[in-house]
């Protein structure tokens, strides 16, 4: 039992930076208007609401593991974010990114083999 609650702990922080991620959704479409206008505001007002829910997802994630565990893979949220601005608003992805990703993923797998 102990191993499938690890595992739906570390889905729970993977998902948990993906809803980090989305708040770029918000950001990115706010900067396309004029600031302080009504679309503007609504979609400022959305990536707010996004990090609530991400901040309520966060708190049980360090709930169940240690903080320092948890913050290894806040840079899954850096690739989502590329991921979501390679696919939302067709914005290139370069080799230098795709490197840093890597990066990104190799430390994770280092950390998860220890």
């Known amino acids: 039992m102990k191993g499938k609650s690890t595992w739906l702990t570390y ?3 993977i998902f948990s930076n993906l809803v980090y ?3 770029c959704i918000f ?5 396309s208007y004029s600031l302080l206008s009504a679309p503007y505001i609504l979609c400022i007002a959305g990536a707010i609401f996004i990090m609530g829910i991400y901040a309520i997802l966060w708190q049980q994630v360090i709930k169940r593991m240690p903080v320092s565990d948890a913050y290894m893979f806040r840079g899954t949220a850096v690739i989502f974010t590329m991921i979501i601005a390679c696919l939302l608003f067709s914005e290139p992805v370069s080799a230098s990114n795709i490197a840093g990703a890597s990066l990104i993923i190799a430390g994770i797998a280092l950390f998860a083999k220890s």
């Not at 950001?27 to 900067?31: E, H, R």
């Open 21 to 23: 991620a989305c708040t």
């Open 11 to 13: 889905l729970l922080l």
């Open 27 to 31: 950001t990115k479409t706010a900067s």
